[in-house]
């Protein structure tokens, strides 16, 4: 079965339905890859093999019959962020011990409805909170790739690292991730693969553990953006069950690849030349625009003049909003419980024994800007901020119809080279952030390999709903680049 | 008059604001479908979202917002069409998420009044600050086992609202009056069935006390989960005694949330200011901004019951009733229903008379509500009507009533087959009357030598003699004529 390690997404669908492939085989080959590679990875918190080759198996009868779903038989990975009926989701938290739920988040139906094989549960920062993967009560997940100088362990970025190294190695066609201010994008870039976060409302958060609501968005991640349109096309829609799920028809992504540039006024927002960025990254900022000029759009500079504020306030709105969010864990009901001889001991007990560290100084800081006293001085500006950071969007829309960016500061860096300063970690959200903040769709494209053969990435940011332009746009820039690199641990033939 | 209360340095007036929490009537909670019944066993009517699960969303109930809009017109309260959901964050075990989802900052209804009854027949207005719309929290149980505490979801969740008074109310008599008459609306409207009882309302008194003629207000104490009228009433003089013996002492008062305890008569501190709960307010980001159309609220508003002060006007207008019979009738939406029903087609002003009087004794003595009432408005009103027409009179009808709520029986049924048809046959009337006069010839003696009282005496036996059948009116009028013979 050589070869079987080279599908994508799409070939894959297209193999299964021709009956090329069984689901079976398919399935079989993703678990041995799992089995012989994440070892090394420690991309999955937990593995569902059984349930997967159950779930093949039952996709063969369904093609066997011409019939099945856009996913019918294909192998993914869920970020264990999303709560899987009968399997155990931890948030990589220790504070919810075995906790199994007795339900379905809607994003992961919408998948099995489409016939979605799911392999398992993937490696992510403690409830999403992080950039490396490093902040995970499972040990961190490991990026497939290596420099080309040194055998050092990368990071694969995060918060959804584990989805972005299965997903990098091979080990799964697809997964799903979580985007809170970089979470899919930041990852996506890190691992050489492609990542969308949606427009806030286009998936739904019922049944997703949450880190800050009004941030929080379900999207794909894969190894191209045909696969991620394919898979989005799934995982969108409206949900009675989410407030804030918007109910707005979901197109046919995928047809969008074909759409082109002609003629697409392509954003370069002025205020994302920081300082001390990589000339690298300068250079591969360039390259895009390069490639986007040459396919037929048109590049215009544009101000996005409250940029600066973007990480102050999303590191408020967002710890603020998951300091209240995550005070449910409580030992109360679910999870680990530590017990005391008072109420408020047993709180503090399992609070403390079952939070990690980055999570504890996040409810903090959270909790503080919300307190009595400072809530005008950090949340409520916060807000008005936000408003600003969205009005500069939909002003720079008015005439653009998309803008690129870098999606991160720099590639993927080692575990032992983590900044000390949390703050310094925080900055590898400054280009990702402010979309969050707007609300606005953006993904992730591989677009090169730095000095030392680490993947880059560049990240397009879209109008509100229009995740089509911004898929269009995104694989003129993979055909140009035409990223073909492989990462040292890989499930096919090694690079 | 106004309320005083006497001290060692003189007379002092007390100032109390209420804010109660009264249950919404609605099928499901605030934001779950969870079922929002009173009782059950413990924790079955509890949904995913009400446990506070991972990843568990809120969904708002369309019918609580109608209940709540409701409750505002009933109030004569401003409606706001924009109002906004925020988070209450504090940490209690039948708290499942850590935060209480509230109305802080946005309240779906504003500025609103009641107007109040007191004893000496006066009326005030008491105004209405805001009503908000919010969950309610489970219940904690201590005393099942020396170490553990249970906790019961059932009530987690169910919309609440509370609605905060203005501190306008100068009095526990109007405080009293205050409580009543807003359970009366709310259950006309029926968007709460106030019953103190099962703690579907719920009052917190704010208390403070100050000297007659004192334009600001001194520190108030809030007085927390009062759950009767009666305790309300009690709370308020207890506390506002303790507070003039703090001052009169040279003391200050504190600002500090107490605990009424009825079997003391007192109250104690539950947590000074020092103490209170940060609860670090903020918008719920689950749930957008609440946005009604004013089409909507006008709908509501068209569809409202007749509220009781419109619902008075009209019985005093319509029957000629006195304002006390229709603050009676008005008390209770079927009380006045079964009235109408009643008064429709009988004396209006015989009807009120009969049901403050007689049914509504016949209804405490059978401890039923006019909802089960024994007898029914429109044997009552059939009832009234053999008195009009003078088939049976005043005092059998009493006894004829008494049947009907003992039998079922109708009320001409019960006269036809205990003959107590009224005997208006003249010559009937005159032979009994002389039947009489002879056996007690003496008597007659004595009424003739100017003994009138004896007069009473002569209707008495002739009234027994016909067994109380007799017309009273005939009776008196054959009495004088043959006494005078």
Same mark, same amino acid.
């Given at each position: 079965?050589?070869?079987?390690?080279?599908?994508?997404?799409?070939?894959?669908?297209?193999?299964?339905?021709?009956? #090329?492939?069984? &689901? +079976?085989? *398919?399935?079989?080959?993703?678990? =041995?890859?799992?089995?012989?590679?994440?070892?090394? %990875? @420690? /991309?999955?918190?937990?593995?569902?093999?059984?349930?997967?080759?159950?779930?093949?198996?039952?996709?063969?009868?369904?093609?066997?019959?011409?019939?099945?779903?856009?996913?019918?038989?294909?192998?993914?990975?869920?970020?264990?962020?999303?709560?899987?009926?009968?399997?155990?989701?931890?948030?990589?938290?220790?504070?919810?011990?075995?906790?199994?739920?007795?339900?379905?988040?809607?994003?992961?139906?919408?998948?099995? #409805?489409?016939? &979605? +094989?799911? *392999?398992?549960?993937?490696?992510? =920062?403690?409830?999403?909170?992080?950039?490396?993967? %490093? @902040? /995970?009560?499972?040990?961190?997940?490991?990026?497939?790739?290596?420099?080309?100088?040194?055998?050092?362990?990368?990071?694969?970025?995060?918060?959804?690292?584990?989805?972005?190294?299965?997903?990098?190695?091979?080990?799964?066609?697809?997964?799903?991730?979580?985007?809170?201010?970089?979470?899919?994008?930041?990852?996506?870039?890190?691992?050489?693969?492609?990542?969308?976060?949606?427009?806030?409302?286009?998936?739904?958060?019922?049944?997703?553990?949450?880190?800050?609501?009004?941030?929080?968005?379900?999207?794909?991640?894969?190894?191209?953006?045909?696969?991620?349109?394919?898979?989005?096309?799934?995982?969108?829609?409206?949900?009675?069950?989410?407030?804030?799920?918007?109910?707005?028809?979901?197109?046919?992504?995928?047809?969008?690849?074909?759409?082109?540039?002609?003629?697409?006024?392509?954003?370069?927002?002025?205020?994302?030349?920081?300082?001390?960025?990589?000339?690298?990254?300068?250079?591969?900022?360039?390259?895009?625009?390069?490639?986007?000029?040459?396919?037929?759009?048109?590049?215009?500079?544009?101000?996005?003049?409250?940029?600066?504020?973007?990480?102050?306030?999303?590191?408020?709105?967002?710890?603020?909003?998951?300091?209240?969010?995550?005070?449910?864990?409580?030992?109360?009901?679910?999870?680990?419980?530590?017990?005391?001889?008072?109420?408020?001991?047993?709180?503090?007990?399992?609070?403390?024994?079952?939070?990690?560290?980055?999570?504890?100084?996040?409810?903090?800081?959270?909790?503080?800007?919300?307190?009595?006293?400072?809530?005008?001085?950090?949340?409520?500006?916060?807000?008005?901020?936000?408003?600003?950071?969205?009005?500069?969007?939909?002003?720079?829309?008015?005439?653009?119809?998309?803008?690129?960016?870098?999606?991160?500061?720099?590639?993927?860096?080692?575990?032992?080279?983590?900044?000390?300063?949390?703050?310094?970690?925080?900055?590898?959200?400054?280009?990702?952030?402010?979309?969050?903040?707007?609300?606005?769709?953006?993904?992730?494209?591989?677009?090169?390999?730095?000095?030392?053969?680490?993947?880059?990435?560049?990240?397009?940011?879209?109008?509100?709903?229009?995740?089509?332009?911004?898929?269009?746009?995104?694989?003129?820039?993979?055909?140009?680049?035409?990223?073909?690199?492989?990462?040292?641990?890989?499930?096919?033939?090694?690079? | 008059?106004?309320?005083?209360?006497?001290?060692?340095?003189?007379?002092?007036?007390?100032?109390?604001?209420?804010?109660?929490?009264?249950?919404?009537?609605?099928?499901?909670?605030?934001?779950?479908?969870?079922?929002?019944?009173?009782?059950?066993?413990?924790?079955?009517?509890?949904?995913?979202?009400?446990?506070?699960?991972?990843?568990?969303?809120?969904?708002?109930?369309?019918?609580?917002?109608?209940?709540?809009?409701?409750?505002?017109?009933?109030?004569?309260?401003?409606?706001?069409?924009?109002?906004?959901?925020?988070?209450?964050?504090?940490?209690?075990?039948?708290?499942?998420?850590?935060?209480?989802?509230?109305?802080?900052?946005?309240?779906?209804?504003?500025?609103?009044?009641?107007?109040?009854?007191?004893?000496?027949?006066?009326?005030?207005?008491?105004?209405?600050?805001?009503?908000?719309?919010?969950?309610?929290?489970?219940?904690?149980?201590?005393?099942?086992?020396?170490?553990?505490?249970?906790?019961?979801?059932?009530?987690?969740?169910?919309?609440?609202?509370?609605?905060?008074?203005?501190?306008?109310?100068?009095?526990?008599?109007?405080?009293?009056?205050?409580?009543?008459?807003?359970?009366?609306?709310?259950?006309?409207?029926?968007?709460?069935?106030?019953?103190?009882?099962?703690?579907?309302?719920?009052?917190?008194?704010?208390?403070?006390?100050?000297?007659?003629?004192?334009?600001?207000?001194?520190?108030?104490?809030?007085?927390?989960?009062?759950?009767?009228?009666?305790?309300?009433?009690?709370?308020?003089?207890?506390?506002?005694?303790?507070?003039?013996?703090?001052?009169?002492?040279?003391?200050?008062?504190?600002?500090?949330?107490?605990?009424?305890?009825?079997?003391?008569?007192?109250?104690?501190?539950?947590?000074?200011?020092?103490?209170?709960?940060?609860?670090?307010?903020?918008?719920?980001?689950?749930?957008?901004?609440?946005?009604?159309?004013?089409?909507?609220?006008?709908?509501?508003?068209?569809?409202?019951?007749?509220?009781?002060?419109?619902?008075?006007?009209?019985?005093?207008?319509?029957?000629?009733?006195?304002?006390?019979?229709?603050?009676?009738?008005?008390?209770?939406?079927?009380?006045?229903?079964?009235?109408?029903?009643?008064?429709?087609?009988?004396?209006?002003?015989?009807?009120?008379?009969?049901?403050?009087?007689?049914?509504?004794?016949?209804?405490?003595?059978?401890?039923?509500?006019?909802?089960?009432?024994?007898?029914?408005?429109?044997?009552?009103?059939?009832?009234?009507?053999?008195?009009?027409?003078?088939?049976?009179?005043?005092?059998?009808?009493?006894?004829?009533?008494?049947?009907?709520?003992?039998?079922?029986?109708?009320?001409?049924?019960?006269?036809?087959?205990?003959?107590?048809?009224?005997?208006?046959?003249?010559?009937?009337?005159?032979?009994?009357?002389?039947?009489?006069?002879?056996?007690?010839?003496?008597?007659?003696?004595?009424?003739?030598?100017?003994?009138?009282?004896?007069?009473?005496?002569?209707?008495?036996?002739?009234?027994?003699?016909?067994?109380?059948?007799?017309?009273?009116?005939?009776?008196?009028?054959?009495?004088?004529?043959?006494?005078?013979?």
């Amino acid at each position: 079965m050589s070869g079987i390690h080279d599908f994508t997404l799409a070939s894959a669908r297209d193999a299964l339905k021709s009956r #090329k492939i069984s &689901a +079976v085989e *398919l399935t079989n080959a993703h678990i =041995d890859a799992i089995e012989r590679l994440d070892g090394q %990875l @420690n /991309s999955f918190i937990t593995r569902t093999p059984d349930q997967a080759r159950d779930a093949a198996k039952a996709a063969d009868e369904v093609l066997a019959k011409g019939e099945g779903g856009s996913l019918c038989g294909i192998p993914l990975g869920i970020k264990d962020l999303f709560c899987t009926n009968g399997v155990r989701t931890t948030a990589a938290s220790k504070i919810l011990g075995n906790f199994v739920p007795p339900y379905e988040s809607t994003v992961t139906a919408n998948l099995l #409805k489409d016939g &979605a +094989v799911f *392999l398992g549960k993937l490696n992510l =920062d403690e409830f999403a909170m992080g950039a490396a993967n %490093l @902040n /995970s009560a499972f040990g961190p997940a490991v990026n497939p790739w290596k420099r080309s100088d040194s055998d050092t362990k990368l990071v694969p970025g995060g918060s959804s690292g584990g989805s972005a190294a299965a997903v990098a190695a091979g080990l799964v066609l697809g997964a799903t991730g979580t985007d809170t201010g970089g979470s899919i994008r930041q990852p996506a870039a890190f691992t050489g693969i492609a990542g969308i976060k949606p427009t806030y409302g286009r998936c739904s958060r019922f049944g997703t553990i949450a880190f800050a609501s009004s941030l929080d968005q379900a999207g794909p991640m894969a190894r191209n953006l045909q696969d991620c349109a394919i898979l989005l096309e799934s995982m969108a829609g409206f949900d009675p069950r989410d407030s804030t799920s918007v109910d707005t028809p979901v197109p046919n992504y995928e047809a969008a690849l074909k759409r082109g540039v002609k003629g697409l006024r392509v954003g370069i927002p002025k205020e994302y030349h920081v300082d001390g960025m990589p000339a690298e990254i300068e250079a591969l900022w360039q390259q895009g625009m390069t490639w986007l000029r040459d396919a037929g759009a048109e590049i215009v500079e544009v101000s996005l003049p409250h940029t600066k504020y973007g990480l102050p306030t999303y590191y408020i709105a967002a710890l603020a909003e998951a300091s209240s969010n995550l005070a449910r864990y409580d030992g109360v009901r679910f999870g680990e419980r530590v017990s005391a001889p008072s109420l408020d001991g047993l709180y503090e007990a399992s609070r403390a024994a079952g939070f990690g560290e980055e999570v504890k100084r996040r409810i903090l800081i959270g909790t503080h800007v919300l307190s009595s006293g400072y809530y005008d001085a950090y949340y409520l500006r916060a807000q008005k901020l936000r408003t600003l950071i969205q009005q500069d969007f939909l002003k720079a829309f008015e005439n653009v119809d998309v803008l690129l960016t870098p999606t991160a500061p720099s590639g993927a860096f080692a575990q032992d080279e983590k900044p000390t300063d949390p703050v310094q970690m925080y900055l590898n959200d400054v280009f990702t952030v402010p979309a969050s903040m707007a609300g606005v769709p953006a993904l992730s494209v591989p677009a090169g390999l730095d000095a030392r053969g680490v993947p880059l990435g560049l990240q397009l940011i879209g109008k509100f709903f229009d995740e089509e332009t911004l898929i269009a746009a995104g694989h003129a820039i993979e055909q140009a680049a035409a990223f073909h690199h492989r990462p040292t641990i890989h499930a096919g033939v090694s690079a | 008059m106004s309320y005083r209360i006497t001290g060692s340095t003189g007379e002092w007036e007390i100032v109390v604001g209420l804010e109660v929490h009264a249950q919404v009537v609605s099928e499901a909670k605030l934001f779950s479908g969870a079922s929002a019944e009173y009782g059950g066993e413990p924790n079955t009517h509890v949904s995913l979202v009400d446990a506070g699960f991972p990843g568990m969303l809120p969904v708002l109930n369309q019918e609580c917002v109608a209940q709540a809009v409701r409750t505002g017109l009933g109030l004569e309260a401003e409606i706001n069409l924009f109002s906004r959901f925020d988070r209450k964050n504090y940490f209690y075990a039948d708290l499942p998420t850590g935060y209480q989802i509230s109305q802080f900052a946005h309240p779906i209804i504003g500025k609103g009044k009641v107007l109040v009854d007191l004893a000496d027949g006066s009326t005030r207005e008491i105004g209405v600050t805001r009503l908000h719309l919010e969950q309610d929290a489970g219940k904690s149980i201590h005393d099942q086992d020396p170490t553990r505490s249970f906790i019961d979801l059932n009530r987690a969740g169910v919309a609440l609202m509370e609605i905060v008074s203005e501190p306008d109310i100068r009095s526990p008599e109007e405080a009293g009056a205050y409580l009543r008459k807003l359970r009366q609306i709310l259950r006309y409207i029926g968007t709460c069935d106030g019953n103190m009882e099962e703690g579907s309302m719920r009052a917190d008194v704010n208390v403070s006390v100050r000297k007659p003629g004192e334009t600001e207000y001194r520190t108030r104490c809030e007085i927390k989960n009062v759950n009767s009228i009666r305790f309300v009433i009690m709370s308020i003089e207890v506390e506002a005694q303790r507070q003039i013996e703090v001052w009169e002492a040279g003391g200050t008062v504190d600002q500090e949330t107490r605990l009424f305890d009825h079997v003391r008569s007192e109250t104690r501190s539950l947590r000074s200011k020092e103490d209170a709960h940060d609860y670090r307010y903020f918008p719920d980001p689950d749930l957008l901004p609440l946005v009604i159309e004013q089409s909507w609220v006008d709908g509501l508003k068209a569809a409202l019951p007749e509220l009781p002060e419109a619902k008075r006007a009209r019985l005093e207008q319509e029957y000629g009733v006195s304002r006390y019979e229709s603050s009676v009738l008005c008390v209770e939406q079927a009380i006045a229903d079964f009235y109408e029903t009643v008064a429709r087609g009988a004396d209006a002003r015989l009807a009120a008379n009969w049901m403050l009087g007689d049914f509504f004794a016949a209804l405490n003595r059978t401890g039923r509500s006019i909802e089960d009432s024994p007898v029914s408005a429109e044997g009552l009103r059939e009832l009234l009507g053999l008195i009009s027409n003078s088939t049976i009179n005043g005092k059998i009808a009493k006894e004829v009533l008494e049947d009907m709520v003992e039998t079922g029986e109708s009320a001409s049924a019960i006269v036809e087959k205990k003959g107590l048809r009224q005997v208006t046959d003249t010559g009937a009337i005159e032979s009994a009357i002389r039947e009489i006069l002879v056996a007690n010839s003496d008597k007659v003696a004595e009424y003739k030598s100017g003994k009138d009282k004896l007069f009473g005496f002569f209707v008495g036996q002739t009234m027994k003699a016909m067994k109380g059948k007799g017309n009273p009116a005939l009776v008196n009028e054959t009495l004088k004529k043959l006494l005078s013979e």
